[in-house]
């Protein structure tokens, strides 16, 4: 087990190279000119040249992009150029406000997602069912923000519940994370009912029932939990999603998160902060990916087998 | 058909295109009868289509310079009323008027959105499926690291490094979907030479070309085209998320996302501005999702439970 977490581990350096290198090269390619970015309009030529050969900016790329990632290696990710504070510092002010978002919709999307799916299962065809898959439908098709704006109004503006901007009780959260989690949320009821409706016809359903299983643990314990493994790797590839809503949540919301500092970064084409601020945002999607890779062994003991197997086979040769 | 490839080579052509010409005919036809018979397919495309020509025959009823850009400070904020359906904004500009032409750009930068993310995931797809090995590993783990990165964060640097004009966002956006449209081309593709009927037709002495343009696309488009819908409804929320937060289209041009930027502000007095354009986006995205959803199931009913 740990040494597929490790070679997993092993295997998230080559995706953080390869969005290190797109993200710095996109930024790095395009026109403008950092030395002015900094120095302002009003310098002396001399001054720009100097600067940016200070900067090493007349290298060449490849040679700059390799100086990045050694440099980032180091925990070095460069300095903002506008605010001239090192990009790292003002990362880690700002990512656990984001993180705490996208955790806390996830949550939510999955303490409510699964038993509505798995009920509209249950109750194929009914009211019930129509409802939960109407709920999802509209919530695929609402912007996330859009949804937030209608939030506020109804729960800050007109019922005055809860507060519509700011971080500063747990109370802050609720609105950004429920809006947040629409999409998850949607995609999560629909991926539950589907499986749990394909689980429900197998033969060990019929059996558990034909033994007089309790209808409760046949669906819990049963066929719960044979379809969870779809409904997990959705949770993992939507971290991704939640991230990048979050992102645009913030600016509805006023969190000083990274979405935010991303926002402003770009207008202000402050390249050092955008690039680590999308790779961050990268590197943690794809450690959530690995995280959940990881609970699916826990979860589906055919994988664990399969792994103990080779492992074993290994072990025998 | 195998009768058809013994024959000699005059006759062989004529009937094998026959046969073809039948089949493609009835299945096309075979979905839309089942497509027809989804109720909620169909609602979704009535839908779909009716604000298709609200929104193209705008020029016919509707004043863009006057209604949708002119400010007119004189009739700021004016409730819904008879002569301003949807009210008027801070500026005096009548929002029916730009839902209508925000309804435009929207469309055109999905649709357009489209035509990028799906040559380019053919390409790469179909090459990944077909010359599977070094080709295929090469190309999927490329498009691994382009998913590391979650999709609008995607469209977000490449807009910050392109400039945010309207070329520009179609390209971002078409860029940052490539990696799904070729995950999706070449997993319909594999699905399709594995089948018998390619082994068959390789077999009879078919052409590369022929078996591709005849048995393997025609056989692929469904789950492509499924994936199209859905890719034409996210793109349209992901404009709008874009000039949300100040990176896509900007004033004074209308569209949904930066309508709803600006109604945020006016959001405790006039929430009436914020509602419009959300249902615009709403109805265009749903009515999308649930063509999508029928197509999916009337191309392959076993899907449907």
């Known amino acids: 087990m740990v040494k597929y977490i490790i070679k997993r581990l092993f295997l998230i350096i080559p995706v953080i190279l390869g969005v290190s290198f797109i993200i710095f090269s996109i930024m790095n390619l395009t026109p403008g000119d950092p030395a002015i970015m900094i120095l302002g309009e009003g310098a002396k030529p001399e001054q720009y040249a100097a600067l940016r050969e200070q900067m090493g900016l007349n290298d060449p790329f490849f040679i700059r992009y390799l100086r990045y990632v050694l440099d980032a290696v180091k925990g070095d990710f460069g300095k903002s150029y506008r605010t001239n504070i090192p990009v790292l510092q003002e990362i880690a002010t700002r990512l656990p406000y984001t993180l705490k978002l996208a955790v806390s919709s996830e949550l939510i999307a999955i303490f409510f997602g699964l038993p509505i799916g798995v009920l509209s299962a249950v109750k194929q065809y009914t009211k019930t069912d129509n409802i939960a898959l109407g709920t999802s439908l509209l919530l695929t098709s609402m912007p996330s923000f859009w949804f937030a704006m209608m939030l506020i109004l109804l729960f800050s503006l007109k019922l005055r519940l809860l507060p519509s901007l700011g971080i500063d009780t747990w109370k802050h959260y609720i609105l950004p994370a429920i809006a947040t989690s629409s999409s998850t949320l949607a995609s999560l009821i629909r991926m539950t009912r589907s499986t749990m409706l394909e689980v429900i016809r197998q033969d060990y359903i019929r059996t558990a029932r034909a033994k007089g299983a309790p209808e409760r643990k046949v669906v819990f314990g049963h066929a719960l939990r044979n379809a969870l493994l779809p409904v997990v790797t959705i949770i993992g590839v939507n971290f991704g999603i939640s991230l990048g809503g979050a992102i645009v949540i913030e600016q509805v919301f006023a969190i000083p998160g990274l979405g935010q500092l991303m926002v402003n970064s770009i207008r202000a084409k402050d390249t050092p902060m955008v690039v680590a601020a999308v790779l961050f945002a990268a590197i943690i999607a794809s450690i959530i990916n690995l995280i959940v890779d990881i609970f699916y062994t826990y979860i589906d003991p055919r994988l664990k087998s399969q792994y103990t197997t080779i492992k074993a086979k290994k072990v025998t040769s | ?305």
Request: charged letters at 15%; glycine letters at 8%; aromatic letters at 8%.
């Open chain 2, 1 to 305: 058909m195998t009768n058809a490839k013994v024959n000699a080579p005059g006759e062989k052509s004529n009937v094998s295109v026959k046969i073809h010409q039948f089949k493609k005919k009835s299945q096309f036809k075979a979905v839309w009868m089942r497509f027809k018979k989804n109720r909620l397919g169909m609602f979704g495309l009535i839908v779909f289509l009716l604000m298709i020509t609200v929104v193209l025959g705008a020029d016919l009823y509707l004043d863009y310079e006057n209604q949708a850009i002119a400010q007119q400070l004189s009739v700021r904020f004016k409730p819904p009323s008879a002569e301003h359906l949807l009210g008027t904004d801070q500026f005096g500009r009548d929002v029916f008027a730009r839902v209508v032409y925000g309804g435009r750009i929207s469309m055109f930068v999905g649709m357009a959105t489209i035509v990028v993310s799906l040559t380019a995931g053919a390409i790469i797809g179909s090459c990944a499926a077909y010359y599977g090995g070094k080709v295929d590993n090469i190309l999927m783990r490329i498009m691994d690291v382009f998913l590391a990165i979650p999709n609008i964060l995607m469209a977000i640097t490449l807009v910050a490094a392109l400039g945010s004009s309207i070329f520009n966002l179609i390209l971002a956006m078409g860029i940052s979907q490539i990696p799904r449209m070729s995950r999706i081309v070449r997993s319909s593709v594999l699905s399709v030479i594995g089948q018998e009927y390619i082994e068959a037709a390789k077999a009879c002495g078919t052409g590369d070309v022929r078996i591709i343009f005849r048995h393997i696309l025609p056989n692929a488009m469904g789950p492509i085209l499924v994936q199209v819908t859905q890719t034409v409804a996210r793109s349209i929320i992901t404009i709008s998320s874009l000039s949300f937060i100040g990176l896509g289209i900007s004033e004074p041009t209308p569209e949904w996302g930066s309508m709803l930027s600006e109604a945020k502000s006016q959001l405790r007095y006039y929430p009436y501005l914020a509602v419009a354009p959300g249902i615009a986006i709403v109805m265009t995205v749903m009515s999308l999702t649930l063509v999508g959803d029928g197509l999916r199931d009337a191309l392959d009913p076993r899907l449907k439970n």
